[in-house]
Structure formats: structure tokens, C-alpha cells
């Protein structure tokens, strides 16, 4: 039995795009319509691409913000004005491009009945799950790829990393 909601309640109704790149979901995203996304930890970039293809909505079958990474993604979206519905599941990849939805809160439906139930990420959402995660990445702020621009060099030349000889003892290369 699917729950339903009424024709009353406040939501945005649009056609969703669905691709698990949210890269390549921009380049067909138009104005108005609803993304579909299958991405933990959104990055500022693929964020940055959906913002400028103006989607009402950004409905994401996992969290854009897990706490593993410094993800900046989830922020640009929200602060564009876009509603954000994290952690929907992978049936919601099953959508059909084009198909007419409606998202209310955390719940998107199909002619009126709920096929799927996340989590509206708000504002605040933001700033408390950042403030968690606060300690793992002090010092550094970025995407991967800035880490490795700046410290990944060191890294893979194998300075500084620690290595173990036959014995156990570890030492550090120079």
C-alpha cells in the first residue's frame, strides 16, 4: 500500500534527468526540471554544473554529505536556491528521463503516491554535519585533487611516508 499526499501539499512538480555523472546530467539538465544524481559526497564542481543548468531540484539517491570528505557541493546547490533531497535510495535511479514528479520535503511521488523517502537537506543540516566533521579535515580545506596538487607530490615521491622493514620497525623515507 503507497502512501499518498494531497494535491494540497506545497512541493515542486517537474521532469526529471537521471545519471549517476552529474557532470553529464548538467549538459542535458534544462531550466525548471528536476536532477537525479546517485553521488556520495557531491563535489563543487559537479555542484557548480547542476546550479548553472538551473534545476528546481536535486534529488540524490545517497548523502552529498557523508562526513568522510570536505564535499562543498551540497552548499553551492542550497545556496542557489535548489532543493536538495539526500539519501533516497537506488530505486530512485529506476525514474524513468522525463518522467513527471513531485518532491514534498524528503518524499518524491508519482501520481500522487510516495515512491521514495529521503532526507530535505537544509542550511542548518549543512553547518551542524560541517561542524562534525571539522576535526578529520583541520588544516586542510578543498577536493582531493587540491591535496594533490599541493601535498600529493611529496607523497608520491615518498617523502616522509613511513615504511616498515623486515624486522617491524618503521622509519621514515627522505
Not at 152 to 166: M, Y
Request: charged letters at 25%.
Amino acid at each position: 500500500m503507497s502512501e499518498t499526499l494531497s494535491k494540497e501539499s506545497k512541493g515542486q512538480v517537474g521532469r526529471v534527468r537521471v545519471d549517476d555523472r552529474p557532470k553529464h546530467l548538467a549538459t542535458r539538465l534544462e531550466r525548471g526540471e528536476i536532477a537525479v544524481i546517485n553521488v556520495a559526497d557531491l563535489d563543487r564542481e559537479s555542484a557548480a554544473a547542476l546550479v548553472e543548468a538551473a534545476p528546481i531540484a536535486v534529488l540524490n539517491a545517497h548523502p552529498s554529505l557523508t562526513g568522510r570528505t570536505a564535499a562543498l557541493g551540497p552548499r553551492l546547490i542550497l545556496d542557489a536556491g535548489i532543493a536538495l533531497v539526500d539519501d533516497l535510495g537506488q530505486d530512485i535511479m529506476s525514474l524513468r528521463e522525463g518522467q513527471e514528479v513531485a518532491v514534498t520535503g524528503g518524499k518524491v511521488l508519482v501520481d500522487g503516491g510516495v515512491i521514495a523517502t529521503g532526507r530535505a537537506v537544509s542550511a542548518e543540516d549543512l553547518d551542524v554535519e560541517v561542524a562534525d566533521s571539522a576535526t578529520l579535515f583541520a588544516g586542510f580545506e578543498g577536493s582531493v585533487e587540491d591535496y594533490l596538487a599541493k601535498d600529493g607530490a611529496t607523497v608520491l615521491r615518498g617523502e616522509g611516508v613511513p615504511s616498515i622493514d623486515g624486522l617491524g620497525s618503521v622509519r621514515f623515507c627522505s
